[in-house]
């Protein structure tokens, strides 16, 4: 599955839902719908919701503890402010073949909330090392990569709309079967409660 939700809504029949658990931040506006758009176009079957993962898909170690994973995030996302994510380039990841856009602007925030995250609850030995980005096709056959990597660069060039918008806001996400993911928590970027005194 590599680094990907699909950010379908709802909850799923009842024991379906996994133990893989991803933080994410999804795409606003019309930069979201097009990468939506091109995903689909991309990947037909595929059901998207542009994203970029903070913490890529994990099993928790005690997966009935996913509540309180989820308060994990909920405290060190309200440490953090908002902040401008750019994307810029498509590029293919070597091993996987994922078509990807390259982040730009915000690139260094989202390491910093990678690495605060990735602890606790929801600390997990992750299969590369994290690189923020947008996915736009995986599960590629290896004869089409070329192909859709030039369609997908095409796409990008004639988009007009702004290549960028602000991270306010992240989601924590679950896999059920079926690879349906489920959204379970919004958590607002830099509101944190004050302590009283």
Same mark, same amino acid.
């Given at each position: 599955?590599?680094?990907?939700?699909?950010?379908?809504?709802?909850?799923?029949?009842?024991?379906?839902?996994?133990?893989?658990?991803?933080?994410?931040?999804?795409?606003?506006?019309?930069?979201?719908?097009?990468?939506?758009?091109?995903?689909?176009?991309?990947?037909?079957?595929?059901?998207?919701?542009?994203?970029?993962?903070?913490?890529?898909?994990?099993?928790?170690?005690?997966?009935?503890?996913?509540?309180?994973? +989820? @308060?994990? %995030?909920? !405290?060190?996302?309200?440490?953090? $402010?908002?902040?401008?994510?750019?994307?810029? #380039?498509?590029?293919? *990841?070597?091993?996987?073949?994922?078509?990807?856009?390259?982040?730009?602007?915000?690139?260094?925030?989202?390491?910093?909330?990678?690495?605060?995250?990735?602890?606790?609850?929801?600390?997990?030995?992750?299969?590369?090392?994290?690189?923020?980005?947008?996915?736009?096709?995986?599960?590629?056959?290896?004869?089409?990569?070329?192909?859709? +990597? @030039?369609? %997908?660069? !095409?796409?990008?060039?004639?988009? $007009?709309?702004?290549?960028?918008?602000?991270? #306010?806001?992240?989601? *924590?996400?679950?896999?059920?079967?079926?690879?349906?993911?489920?959204?379970?928590?919004?958590?607002?970027?830099?509101?944190?409660?004050?302590?009283?005194?």
């Amino acid at each position: 599955m590599g680094s990907e939700t699909n950010g379908t809504r709802g909850c799923p029949p009842t024991g379906t839902l996994l133990n893989a658990f991803a933080l994410v931040i999804y795409i606003p506006g019309s930069l979201g719908s097009f990468l939506d758009d091109l995903r689909r176009e991309l990947v037909p079957h595929d059901n998207p919701r542009a994203h970029v993962s903070v913490l890529p898909p994990r099993p928790l170690v005690a997966e009935n503890e996913w509540e309180a994973a +989820r @308060e994990q %995030a909920r !405290t060190l996302a309200g440490r953090r $402010a908002p902040f401008r994510v750019e994307a810029t #380039e498509i590029h293919v *990841f070597p091993v996987t073949d994922v078509i990807y856009l390259e982040v730009g602007a915000g690139e260094a925030e989202l390491r910093r909330m990678h690495e605060a995250m990735d602890s606790h609850r929801l600390a997990w030995q992750e299969p590369f090392p994290y690189h923020p980005h947008i996915t736009l096709a995986q599960e590629v056959p290896g004869d089409r990569v070329q192909e859709m +990597r @030039e369609l %997908a660069e !095409t796409r990008w060039r004639e988009f $007009a709309g702004p290549k960028w918008f602000v991270a #306010e806001r992240v989601t *924590f996400v679950r896999n059920s079967a079926g690879n349906h993911w489920v959204d379970l928590a919004e958590f607002p970027l830099g509101e944190v409660t004050p302590v009283r005194r």
